[in-house]
């Protein structure tokens, strides 16, 4: 296989780069959209090689029958867990307010308070492979567990309530979920309307899943005691480059880094040599995989089968 790299983003206005290539490799931060697509299947290509475990920025449904799309459904996701895990110590601790200050000799405690994980309530919505981990993370803390999932996973001794009943019941949120059309908002104003006085919400899934203005204003509002967010709705043209010389044109996100009870950091919570490894292995394995089995990867997202990552033909043949 040759590879050839462009530091552009995959979108409609780049898509033309991909002319004279069998296969297309992307990331999160790419826009695979119907017309994209459309353009990639007239320049003869025939794959799309997600380097990440999400698609919510790929047209699966508009890709199926010209362009075949696969993904690397879980490249570490103990990383994730533990940077979700990292976010509310650092938060709930104010390790980072603590960190500037004796960088500057200021040794004051005022304002550094706390509180203890022991024993406060924590509501996971998605129990999947990352969520069940930072589920066995808490435990460990000794915290207490709910959880939501649309498909709870089975004798898992999770103790699974309705979203509303969560929303009401935690002290921290935690989202370890897929961004779809059923998830977008799922935390908006109606939800934070249910939510305890103080709670602390932790996004390291997607940034759509969350209402970022209703976000704001339940923080403004002092309902939302903190936010941790490796993630937001509009990190497509703001993550991954540097832009410490410019104004930041998302009024939005600037205010939300400006609160004192907010951490950003931008999409890194997969940033480990672990899983960087993972990526790199299993996403040279799908390319192959299919170029090299007539179609069939084991990693493949089709839209025929309803579950997108379920396969009906148990993955002995090509979908189309």
Known sequence: MQFRFFETKLNEDTVELAKGSDAVCVFVNDSVTAVVIAKLYEYGVRMVALRSSGYNNVDVQAAFGKVHVVHVPAYSPYAVAEHAIALLLTSIRRIHKAYNRTREFNFSLSGLTGFDLHGKTVGVIGTGKIGRIFIDICRGFGMKLIAY????????????????????????????????????????????????????????????????????????????????????????????????????????????????????????????????????????????????????????????????????????????
């Open 149 to 320: 999932d649309a498909f709870p996973a089975k004798d898992s001794g999770i103790e699974y309530v309705s979203l509303e009943d969560l929303f009401r019941k935690s002290d921290i949120i935690s989202l370890h979920c897929p961004l779809t059309d059923g998830t977008k908002h799922l935390i908006d104003e109606n939800a934070i309307r249910l939510m305890k006085k103080g709670v602390v919400i932790v996004n390291t899934s997607r940034g759509g899943l969350i209402d970022a203005e209703a976000l704001l204003n339940g923080i403004k509002e002092r309902k939302i005691g903190a936010a941790c967010l490796d993630v937001y709705e509009e990190e497509a043209d703001i993550f991954f480059e540097d832009r410490s010389g410019h104004i930041l044109n998302d009024e939005l996100l600037s205010r939300l880094i400006s609160m004192p009870n907010v951490i950003v950091t931008s999409h890194q919570a997969f940033l480990t040599e672990e899983a960087l490894n993972n990526i790199a292995e299993t996403t040279v394995n799908n390319i192959r995989s299919y170029f090299s089995k007539n179609g069939i990867c084991d990693n493949e997202l089709c839209y025929r089968c309803g579950n997108i990552e379920e396969c009906k033909k148990d993955r002995k043949e090509r979908c189309f």
